[in-house]
């Protein structure tokens, strides 16, 4: 309950059109439940295998989704809007395989789904692997053979790494002084046919409370179409209160 309360607090915060969920541990592919509890109108689901794993897309009334193939690693769809002005593109969802002995797979699979599509193509997830020794802290070193195979997929799809502002890793193991390991686990990748269709692309890693990875919050705004504007309403945020200065402020502020 506690994290799709804080799920709830993040759709409400930046309002997207498209979420796409990772180790939901749903045993069935049904995600009617945290669709409406989250306020989507469309869902798709992917069940989990064992202990682990389970997808779900979640998407609004605002665009037009097709799922075109999924399974334990992936969910692959077209989306469009629907005005006649709207553009198509594709969204991949993307969950690499944890075992460092089974992630060959993860990249085979990627390769596959690059020859099935030419649309605009824009892939988040979290790919349980890193592009550079830099993207982790702590921990033993990860050796360059083991970051080869992400980092060929990434040449042979022709993706860009899109970036990112906020903390400089998405997993923490949470654990204490020198066992404390972080890692940027997750990214947006995308075509360059995807960067041309949309003039402004951020991605931010957005700390959570209930989950040991940020969530990515993805902003592509047309070429064609200006920002969203108003100044947001404030929004209380559950992680804040976990911040030690947080008593202090509080007490301040009164």
């Keep these: 309950p506690e994290a799709v309360q804080e799920l709830r ?4 915060l930046h309002r997207p059109w498209l979420v796409f969920l990772l180790e939901t541990h749903f045993f069935d592919d049904k995600v009617d439940g ?13 069940g989990s295998f064992g202990r682990g794993g ?8 605002d665009i037009d989704v097709q799922v075109e193939s999924y399974d334990k690693l992936h969910i692959d769809a077209e989306v469009r809007e629907p005005s006649t002005q709207g553009a198509t593109w594709r969204f991949t969802g993307f969950y690499g395989e944890s075992r460092r002995e089974l992630r060959h797979r993860s990249w085979e699979l990627m390769k596959f789904l690059r020859t099935r599509n030419t649309l605009p193509w824009l892939c988040a997830g979290d790919f349980n692997e890193i592009l550079d020794a830099t993207e982790q ?3 033993l070193v990860r050796p360059e053979s083991q970051m ?3 980092q060929d997929v990434v040449e042979v799809c022709c993706f860009a790494d899109l970036g990112f502002s906020g903390l400089p890793w ?3 193991n949470r654990q204490d002084g020198d066992r404390n390991v972080k890692v940027r686990l997750d990214r947006g990748l995308a075509t360059a046919n995807f960067l041309d269709l949309f003039r402004d692309i951020t991605v931010r890693h957005v700390q959570t409370t209930e989950s040991d990875h940020c ?13 969203r504007t108003g100044q947001k309403q404030f929004r209380y945020e559950n992680m804040w209160k976990h911040d030690p200065s947080y008593l202090g402020k509080v007490r301040g502020v009164c």
């Design 170 to 172: 998405t997993w923490d």
């Design 137 to 139: 802290f702590g921990g």
């Design 148 to 150: 080869d195979g992400f």
């Design 215 to 227: 969530c990515l919050v993805i902003e592509c705004y047309r070429k064609d179409r200006a920002r």
């Design 34 to 46: 945290l669709q409406r509890q989250l306020g989507f109108t469309n869902g798709f689901g992917v």
């Design 9 to 12: 607090s993040l759709v409400q």
């Design 54 to 61: 389970g997808l779900a897309l979640l998407w609004t009334q």
